[in-house]
């Protein structure tokens, strides 16, 4: 019954958060942010339906859900980055290529234990891996706009906000519930999907109207810094690639 409860409400917030984005036209804005929310508004009544009729492949659908699931939430987490660094391109594409990398190894990790992700124990250490690497790279984004002094947009900064204290709390919940057995077992398979409904509030207190991010002026150390690494590497891998021709040629 209870989580029932929570499938319905969270159903319903997600219905609303839709609305208010495209009422908004902030599906545009963030539209891996909003894809992830309409995947998983499906993917609730698409489990019940196999679970209610099609019961016997409801188990490879349900895991394999949640396998998409956790592969479109790193799209959040790449927006985040795009969208928070967008006034500092080099830093972005830096960012976005780290993050990249670090999300392969991750899933390759995760599945060289077992490829199949359908099952419960691959998608489980998939999630695992992952989310965790998603919280790093959230927790790693606030640090260094709060060293910088960058501000954040009412939006995005509640798009992170919500979408970390998911992550970190998913993170917890999975590593305990895993090393748990009997009635704490059951109490983290219940505080898991509660703790959605409490995100999706906070995604709609900051995400209900459209804010932009503030525009930097002036210069900025942040985007400054890296064109000065970018240029020091560049002139080091050009002294490197000089001093191998000419051994090549010696």
Known sequence: MLSQLIVY???ALELLLLFRG???????RYPAFYCYIGFVLVQDPLCFFVYKWIHPFYTPVYWTAEFLCVL???GIVFEIYQVGLEAYPGTARMARRVLGIVFAIALARALATDPRWWVETSAKNVESNLRAVQGAAIISLVVLFLFYSVPLGKNLRGIALGYGLFVCWSVICLTFASSTIGKTHVLFGYLY???????LLVWLRYV???????????AVPLEIEYQQVARTTHR???????RLVKAVGS
């Open 9 to 11: 409400i969270s159903v």
């Open 22 to 28: 495209f009422r908004e036209k902030l599906t545009s």
């Open 72 to 74: 479109l939430s790193c």
């Open 193 to 199: 999907p509660a703790s959605y409904p409490v995100v």
């Open 208 to 218: 209900w109207s459209f804010r932009d991010n503030p525009v930097p002026h002036g």
């Open 236 to 242: 080091r891998l050009q002294d490197a690639k000089g």
